[in-house]
DNA sequence: CGCCTTCGTTATAAGTTGTAACTCCCCGAA
DNA sequence: TTCGGGGAGTTACAACTTATAACGAAGGCG
């Protein structure tokens, strides 16, 4: 499963410390948010004195950093995984909203509110890139080169204004159909799970499908 | 313009203080978000030393709060103060995105990544009401009562789930506008703040656009 | 005018991240 | 099999954080 890179046993051993700080680092995550991850809890619980993890990681940062990429790479491999598997918009967008709901502060790792100093690397961009290849793929699936509608000011300026990752670029109705669905879903989802739904007493997963059928409409 | 409590020069220079405190917290999470706020870098920039602010706040969290309160507070009184000048269901979209954009880091002080454990208090859950109110408000005038459209199967459930702060709910179709405003435009606002269009080299706010224009459509 | 509250201070405790220096042991090569 | 090198883990430390306690000073209020 874990593809460690070499086979010497002081590689095997580190790799697998490596993991184990990781999956440590999500639990204290999970229940206490991002900001409060604490290498020298993470060392506490693990039996090992404090500046031992900077063994594995060279700070807070790079752990943080780490896990950011873990997310987008389980995201992009979910996704995949369920388009491979015959899902289109509809079973992308449910799949979606089973990996949110499954660890919701893993998507806050990744959707959730920005350092304003930071900036991803080049590895994790390339696996963000991927999700979102993904998704058009999926929208550009839906409606096979539909005709583009005259009036659509959005599309054509997206005719023109497209530096995308995928150089063969979709159609530009097809790209604003997968940017729709991104901000629509993303918007009912981080506002479910940061619980701002809490105390209205409806169901928010109607709320997602009714969004997702928005999306599916010939004019979303 | 700042409504102190009571007279006595003690209390408004507490209040003076306390504001000033403020002044200087919001600076630092502008510019390194609300985790990077620290009540001891405020001291030493306002000329105190540490524990002094503890006279006027219990401690790192009770401000961040008044923060949040203050911020809720800022974006209910911007929202009623256009819609008092006659701004529409798209006005208020704008003026929204003009207050995100203002400030980045406010609005994701509000509507960012949770605290797992955190509760808003009271008062705190009050503005943030108000700032519904006056949503579905304007959601409630766009469409001078429409008749319900028979295949709303979310609308019809919003119909015996709405246990809203307004006792006197709106419609369905009308809370169902609402949701779609408050989600479509915060998930274009959300990841167009935290940069994730960056580099994608359209114009966020035509997105912004053509998505409050499938608001305003009869069936949206 | 005097008292008393409140402000701001320093000292301290208990955390945090991160570096430096030292030991020790394991792995690999001779 | 033995020996050396390097990585792992340790303690010590610096600098920072939140937060409390105890003290002095200074102000307003009766």
Do not use: I, N, Q, W
């Given at each position: 499963m874990a593809r460690t890179g070499a086979d010497t046993p002081r590689e095997r051993y580190r790799a697998q410390v490596r993991e184990e700080i990781k999956a440590h680092a999500w639990e204290q995550i999970a229940t206490a948010g991002a900001s409060a991850l604490s290498v020298n809890a993470i060392a506490r619980r693990m039996g090992l004195s404090g500046p031992a993890l900077y063994r594995y990681f060279a700070g807070r940062d790079e752990l943080i950093a780490e896990l950011v990429r873990d997310a987008y790479r389980s995201l992009a491999d979910t996704l995949r995984a369920a388009a491979a598997e015959g899902a289109g918009l509809a079973g992308l967008a449910r799949t979606l909203r089973a990996w949110a709901l499954a660890d919701p502060q893993r998507y806050f790792l990744i959707?959730?509110?920005?350092?304003?100093g930071y900036r991803a690397p080049e590895d994790t961009t390339a696996i963000a890139d991927e999700v979102m290849r993904t998704l058009v793929d999926a929208c550009a699936a839906?409606?096979?080169?539909?005709p583009a509608t005259p009036e659509a000011p959005f599309a054509t300026h997206l005719l023109g204004h497209r530096d995308w990752a995928g150089e063969q670029s979709a159609p530009p109705e097809v790209l604003h159909r997968f940017l729709a669905f991104w901000t629509r879903l993303h918007g009912v989802l981080s506002l479910e799970l940061a619980g701002?739904?809490?105390?209205?007493?409806?169901?928010p997963e109607l709320l997602f499908e009714a969004e997702l059928e928005s999306l599916l409409a010939p004019r979303f």
């Open positions: 959707y959730g509110t920005p350092v304003p839906l409606a096979p080169a539909g701002h739904f809490t105390g209205m007493g409806f169901r």
